[in-house]
């Protein structure tokens, strides 16, 4: 097969519910509270360690006091504004509040340098930003026209109050004004390589993705989510237009150091994360397990599943530490070992792998729940197609893509997207990624090698390891740069017990793709040392660049 598309039953359904489709991300989101006002759309931490709740008519309030206040200073149909702030309500209620008045948001990660920052606002042309604390505004303050701190919205909602009393329509009017194409968002890639590009997203692929994802049928209106990841990534904003469009509430913290904490607090159904979070629990908990007896049959327990009563004690406390109530966790951002995905579904906590890019609204293939293909990304949404091109690239097509990069000329060929990823489709018509196009080792022995594949697999089988870049192109032999996870210390026991697990994982690969030297590094590989995106994603070449010295002795 060279092509795959959504079930039709799925087709049908979004047929249907696009037959009232709000013209914007902004109205989506007003319309939603209207119909809803007294149920709890956002949870957030208190002061007190409790979870404050926030209505949907409350958030709309607060959204469409910070709509009018940006209005009447001037803000104008498609004018970016910033914002710069960690995951939290807050951000929910300025982006909706931009949005409704007319602008376009532009994202920043507030782990970004003063330099990626100049360069997004000025590339972006920002004239306004919202900054979550004086750490973040004094690195957007010189680059736009003004700054709202978040812990002064009090004063920016009492203008968009007052503006209201003398004009109530004002919001309204507005938002009824904004057409489908224009522009709603622009978010920049993290950029493995090179700097950032602007990926200009419609209100129209908004919608689509939240009108999508509810004709999956894979949320319900009685959900919980926990939400934690970036919204300055599309893959955040993508789950903001599903809760939107079904309704379910979403605890919301940006603070990635409380998550076991708060997921015993929320005790949620449904929680999107990324790939290490599975790497980790699944390679601290059979450390702790071992070998032997209790190895054996904690094994058992594994393959016998969740529906065995036995099994079901042996594992309770491994469902136990996501609140108990889990439906299953959405993965996303790079590649989930299939191995780990079918552990998980053997407790009882399946992990509903998806694929997408910055420029296709990040939610584009996605694998259904309640009948995975492990090892693939699932199928695509209904309303996308997807396709194989003649190299092996992956091709998409729908209402989900981007409308361009900003200031740069087009790439889409005929409608599609080229995605830079190779792949391929399974007999049951999912997506199985294969590698990235750039990202393909070839040995100077005319080999290939796929690094990603064999980076989460040895992330999985040893929880002592924090990331890995497998190197070798034009070398003779694969090696690997190695750099330990928090909190573990570098001893002689460490280094036995990393290459018993290299070993164990040259068992399974074959001969050429076997890494026959590594090196340890002391530094951690994070998005501070510049050396990961925000995203979590290596910066291969400056990795590459940054250690030269080290993988050249390697093949010394």
């Known amino acids: 097969m060279t092509s795959c598309t959504a079930p039709e039953h799925e087709q049908k359904l979004l047929a249907e519910l696009q037959e009232d489709t709000p013209d914007s991300f902004g109205a989506m989101f007003l319309d939603r509270a209207g119909r809803t006002p007294a149920e709890v759309a956002y949870r957030s931490p208190g002061t007190g360690g409790e979870w404050v709740a926030h209505t949907w008519g409350e958030t709309a309030e607060a959204v469409r006091e910070i709509a009018a206040a940006l209005i009447t200073r001037g803000l104008r149909p498609e004018d970016r504004v910033a914002i710069a702030a960690?995951?939290?309500?807050?951000?929910?209620?300025?982006?909706?509040?931009?949005?409704?008045?007319?602008?376009?948001?532009?994202?920043?990660?507030?782990?970004?340098?003063?330099?990626?920052?100049?360069?997004?606002?000025?590339?972006?042309?920002?004239?306004?930003?919202?900054?979550?604390?004086?750490?973040?505004?004094d690195k957007v303050a010189p680059h736009v026209a003004e700054v709202f701190l978040f812990e002064e919205l009090d004063g920016l909602r009492a203008e968009g109050r007052a503006a209201l009393e003398s004009d109530p329509d004002l919001v309204a009017r507005t938002t009824a004004a904004v057409r489908p194409d224009q522009l709603a968002t622009l978010i920049y890639t993290s950029g493995t390589t090179g700097l950032p590009k602007g990926v200009r997203i419609a209100h129209s692929a908004w919608v689509y993705q939240g009108l999508a994802i509810q004709a999956m049928g894979i949320v319900r209106p009685d959900d919980v989510g926990y939400l934690w990841l970036p919204l300055s990534h599309a893959f955040g904003k993508a789950l903001l237009a599903c809760q939107i469009s079904v309704g379910f509430e979403f605890a919301v913290d940006g603070d990635t150091s409380r998550i076991v904490d708060r997921l015993a607090e929320v005790r949620p159904t449904i929680m999107p994360a990324v790939p290490r979070i599975f790497e980790k629990v699944y390679a601290g908990v059979n450390a702790q397990v071992g070998g032997g007896l209790k190895g054996k049959l904690f094994g058992l327990a594994v393959r016998a599943g969740h529906r065995n009563p036995l099994a079901d004690v042996l594992l309770s406390r491994v469902r136990a530490r996501f609140g108990g109530r889990m439906r299953y966790f959405i993965s996303g951002a790079s590649a989930l070992d299939a191995g780990i995905a079918a552990w998980f579904g053997a407790l009882g906590l399946p992990i509903a792998e998806g694929y997408g890019l910055t420029e296709s609204c990040a939610t584009t293939i996605f694998n259904r729940p309640d009948d995975p293909e492990y090892g693939t990304v699932g199928r695509p949404l209904p309303g996308t197609d997807v396709r194989i091109a003649e190299d092996g690239e992956i091709m998409l097509r729908g209402p989900g893509m981007m409308s361009g990069y900003h200031g740069l000329d087009p790439i889409m060929v005929d409608g599609w997207l080229p995605t830079g990823d190779i792949g391929e489709i399974t007999a049951r018509g999912s997506l199985k990624i294969t590698d990235r196009k750039k990202d393909l080792i070839k040995t100077s022995t005319g080999k290939y090698v796929a690094p990603a594949a064999i980076e989460a697999k040895l992330k999985a089988l040893c929880p002592l390891v924090g990331q890995v870049l497998v190197h070798g192109d034009r070398r003779k032999f694969v090696s690997a740069l190695i750099d330990l996870d928090e909190g573990v210390s570098r001893t002689p026991e460490t280094e036995a017990e990393i290459d018993r697990c290299i070993k164990e994982l040259n068992a399974g690969l074959n001969p050429w793709e076997t890494i026959k030297r590594h090196v340890i590094v002391d530094e951690h590989l994070d998005v501070a040392s510049g050396l990961l995106t925000p995203s979590m994603k290596l910066r291969r070449r400056a990795v590459e660049e940054r250690y030269q010295s080290q993988l050249d002795a390697l093949y010394a």
């Open 86 to 137: 960690a995951t939290s309500v807050t951000w929910i209620q300025a982006d909706f509040g931009v949005m409704c008045a007319g602008g376009a948001t532009t994202t920043v990660y507030p782990s970004s340098s003063p330099e990626e920052v100049r360069h997004i606002l000025t590339d972006s042309g920002s004239r306004f930003a919202f900054a979550e604390d004086a750490a973040q505004r």
